[in-house]
């Protein structure tokens, strides 16, 4: 190994200790509200305990590296091939990049594949490519609307009406699922990448909203995934069939529970691999055809994939694994009490800590510290999330309670949000719709959902029009309490200005005095 090498694997040690700090305090949190909830009120079978305290271990290393390998690899490549795509100037080579960047990232993303598993009537592949095209077109509208400078939100206004008018002609079994389809289609893998590739296309204008601007790619493209499943619900006729609950895996000993973990390692190694595939190639063909970047940069590139890849399979096995079961658990032990309403506040509890345990809302939280010169502090955006995600998970709880439809939920929630994005300043509407879509990440898919459809099927409710939607809840909720910080964060800054303006008219009249 050369000396180049040699210290780059330093500096990234030293990186990956304070990456590993951080997920530690993001999955401790939600570690201890479970052990309260297990060894005081809800005992849980040791088998059941022991793989999420593994899984827990997994979800912090996992982590660690992901995120070390997002800032070195994927947030490069992302902002490389936007700036790349865009300084040519060819609209027809903008378009069809990226339609096939979207397609092909969205349709090797996990979580996507997750959720089309669980949902019955429509087959798998045909509910990948539905999301799939939609995440492609809806790149290609934020391009150009960076392009001819439009406003996001007109652009929201106008295709979330037509989501809404469209969903009052869909068969019910479908609103939860396409609605849910846009959270879980920016998940861990396509949000680094989508987030640097709208950087990097905003990064070559030079106008005082270029900076507002490289926001707001991931949460108009989880629009797109909405509109498909909606389109797909009006002309597909499935078969009707209904949701098939995959039981606990029967745990009684440390072999057994050895043996999960080691079965589900190549399942997520293979998942990650078809993931990081498409990024790598695009990677490969702009280096070779257009960014001709330097030889350390490459080296740094290829090892910022390496963790990548490690971080992700760790992190999708501790969660599938550990996770997954002991929300179901949790689910339907609160569930199945006569006081079942207590789910609410639970549900809200553990929503507001496991939020910040999603690997891509750290990458959110850095980029808007970055761009904002700390003027937008992570704690603030972390905060905010929590609020989001944990009012989200408590409507979910209502939802599956009373057996409501979740239109009365999002309707007035994205009614709200979009009215409250005339009044904000315009970077924090776009962080708002992208904290949304990144807040809908592998642990909502694999702990949430599992938590949800428990509940669900203690109280005896119909899973795929009751359970399904916490997803969608999760991505509604930070587009309002994103931009309730805006607010603030303007009105603070007409006091300071006030302030500042008082300051320097007393200081003139003592003068003048």
């Known amino acids: 190994m050369t000396r180049e090498g ?47 305290i593994i899984g827990a271990v997994m979800l912090i290393l996992g982590m660690g590296l992901f995120t070390l390998g997002a800032d070195i690899a994927m947030m490069p490549i992302g902002e490389n091939v936007g700036a790349a795509i865009t300084k040519s100037r060819k609209m027809w080579l903008i378009i069809l990049a990226s339609f096939l960047v979207g397609a092909a990232v969205t349709m090797s993303e996990p979580s996507l594949t997750v959720l089309a598993q669980q949902v019955p009537g429509i087959p798998n592949m045909v509910l990948i490519i539905t999301v799939s095209i939609g995440v492609g077109l809806f790149l290609v509208f934020s391009m150009l609307r960076i392009i001819f400078r439009i406003k996001l939100s007109y652009i929201l206004i106008g295709v979330y009406t037509v989501i809404f008018t469209l969903s009052f002609f869909v068969p019910k079994e479908f609103l939860s699922v396409a ?26 204008r030079s106008d005082k909203n270029a900076q507002s601007e490289s926001f707001g790619f991931v949460g108009l493209s989880a629009a797109g995934p909405i509109l498909a499943v909606l389109i797909l619900g009006v002309l597909y006729k499935g078969s ?34 078809i993931a990081v595939l498409p990024i790598v190639l695009f990677f490969v063909i702009f280096q070779l055809a257009v960014l001709k970047l330097k030889k350390g940069q490459v080296i740094r590139i290829i090892f910022g994939v390496i963790y990548a890849y490690i971080g992700l399979v760790l992190f999708l096995t501790g969660a599938n694994v550990g996770f997954l079961q002991m929300g179901s658990f949790l689910g339907q032990e609160i569930g199945s009490l006569s006081y079942n309403w207590i789910v609410i506040p639970i549900g809200m509890m553990i929503g507001y800590f496991l939020v910040i345990a999603e690997p891509a809302v750290h990458v959110l939280s850095k980029q808007v510290v970055e761009l904002s010169s700390g003027a937008i502090p992570k704690k ?16 979910s709880m209502i939802k599956i309670l009373t057996g409501a439809s979740i239109l009365y939920f999002v309707i007035p929630g994205y009614v709200i949000a979009l009215i409250l994005s005339f009044f904000v300043p ?33 109280v005896g409710g119909n899973i795929v029009v009751d359970a399904f939607g916490i997803v969608a809840m999760v991505t509604m909720t930070p587009f309002i309490t994103i931009q309730v910080l805006g607010l603030y964060y303007k009105f603070k800054l007409k006091a300071a200005e006030k302030e500042q303006e008082h300051k320097l008219s007393k200081k003139e009249s003592i003068i003048n005095f």
Do not use: W
């Open 240 to 273: 009707g069939s209904e949701y098939e609950l995959s039981g606990m895996a029967n745990v009684d000993n440390t072999k057994q529970i050895t043996r999960l973990f080691i079965s589900d390692i190549p399942v997520r190694m293979a998942e990650v691999a």
């Open 6 to 52: 040699r210290e780059l694997i330093k500096h990234n040690r030293t990186i990956l200790l304070e990456k590993l700090k951080e997920s530690l305090s993001s999955v401790l949190p939600v570690t201890i509200i479970v052990f309260i909830l297990c060894f005081i009120f809800f005992p849980a079978d040791s088998g059941i305990m022991l793989t999420f």
């Open 426 to 458: 315009s970077v924090f509407t776009a962080i708002a719709i992208d904290s949304g879509a990144v807040a809908s990440g592998p642990m909502t898919a694999t702990f949430l959902l599992p938590f949800a459809i428990g509940v669900c099927l203690s």
């Open 179 to 204: 609605f849910d389809s846009g959270g879980v289609s920016t998940g861990a893998m396509t949000v680094p990448f989508i987030l640097a590739f709208g950087a990097g296309t905003a990064s070559i």
């Open 380 to 395: 603030a955006i972390s905060t905010s999330l929590s609020i989001g995600v944990s009012i989200s998970i408590g409507l």
